[in-house]
């Protein structure tokens, strides 16, 4: 009865050993580190034209993007795709390329510590 007690105290103790570490330690950068895409890859495949854009901000701070225009003559009007936190300009590629074939200009940037 004893041997059962310790091996239930030593299995208690090890998970929640586990479950501290995955709670502090690998959660909470689960949503701030995601997958990366390689977006340029599939750009190119899509054989579209799109243009590495560089915006400086008022404190020098250079954020990168993509300029996807229009497939058609006449765009509609331009969009801005901005990604939430965790995210990057890459998730954004297959909407841009969808919208231009609408005739919608988009433009993809990273935010600030993203990217």
């Avoid at 993509?66 to 990057?88: E, F, M, Q, R, W």
């Amino acid at each position: 009865m004893k041997r059962r007690y310790r091996f239930l105290l030593a299995f208690s103790i090890i998970l929640s050993i586990a479950a501290y570490v995955i709670l502090i330690h690998v959660l909470p950068y689960a949503i701030i580190q995601p997958p990366r895409i390689n977006s340029v890859n599939y750009l190119d495949e899509e054989k579209f034209n799109y243009e590495k854009v560089n915006v400086v901000s008022f404190d020098s701070v250079i954020l990168k993007g993509y300029y996807v225009p229009s497939k058609l003559n006449n765009s509609k009007a331009s969009i801005i795709l901005v990604h939430g936190i965790g995210g990057c300009k890459d998730h954004f590629t297959s909407l841009a390329i969808k919208l231009s074939k609408q005739g919608y200009d988009c433009w993809l940037f990273d935010k600030r510590a993203h990217g």
